[in-house]
């Protein structure tokens, strides 16, 4: 499901990029480490600072992404315009990547998740295109925000069948994930690293 305009407003400007920067790519770095010298994939890149963040913080030497929304694909193409040769985005619908199986050595997914109605298909579609031993870094949102009375107004999210910490977690373990760490703030975001068995 794509953003609406009070999302985008949200999601896209300065506060926010910064944010990511720092306490969003904190979380990532102190439970899961670095993922030097790899190929990476970011679902639901949005505006693409997640793929600087992969490329400046996590020293990736290659990142493709891709996001369902056509005019984020593009904000995210002019961004990156700086990291040719690479980065890859394009338009694509993360409950069917278009990779092969045991592509990736990670996956990352700055908050993408929820948005999908069957949000399990999303996981296994991870897990498929993750190699062995690949790390799943994902940052979510759960259902006590979402149903929240004003960000249920607000924003446009699926409110059928969402999900809190260790219904997140319990789904990658059933989905063939070894769960490292988890953690979470208000019971509301929620931070994961998975290693595929
Ligand atoms: C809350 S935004 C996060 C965007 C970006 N990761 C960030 O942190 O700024 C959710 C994003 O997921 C994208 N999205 C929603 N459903 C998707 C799907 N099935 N496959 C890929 N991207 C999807 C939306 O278009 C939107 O850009």
Request: glycine share 8%.
């Amino acid at each position: 499901m794509l953003m609406n305009f009070a999302e985008k407003t949200m999601m896209n400007n300065p506060l926010r990029t910064y944010l990511q920067k720092t306490y969003e790519t904190d979380q990532f770095l102190s439970m899961g480490g670095l993922t030097k010298d790899e190929h990476i994939l970011e679902v639901g890149c949005g505006r693409g600072v997640g793929v600087e963040i992969i490329l400046e913080a996590f020293h990736a030497k290659q990142v493709d992404a891709f996001d369902l929304d056509p005019t984020m694909v593009k904000a995210a193409q002019k961004r990156l315009k700086k990291h040719a040769g690479k980065v890859n985005v394009q338009v694509g619908d993360v409950t069917n990547i278009q990779s092969p199986d045991n592509h990736y050595d990670s996956v990352f997914n700055f908050g993408i998740i929820h948005h999908v109605p069957d949000w399990r298909s999303a996981i296994k579609e991870v897990h498929r295109v993750l190699k062995p031993g690949g790390k799943f870094y994902a940052e979510e949102v759960f259902e006590k925000f979402i149903k929240h009375p004003l960000w249920r107004t607000l924003l446009k999210h699926p409110q059928h069948d969402r999900f809190n910490e260790l219904q997140f977690k319990l789904a990658l373990e059933e989905n063939g994930f070894n769960v490292k760490r988890s953690n979470q703030l208000f019971g509301q975001f929620g931070w994961f690293i998975a290693v595929k068995q």
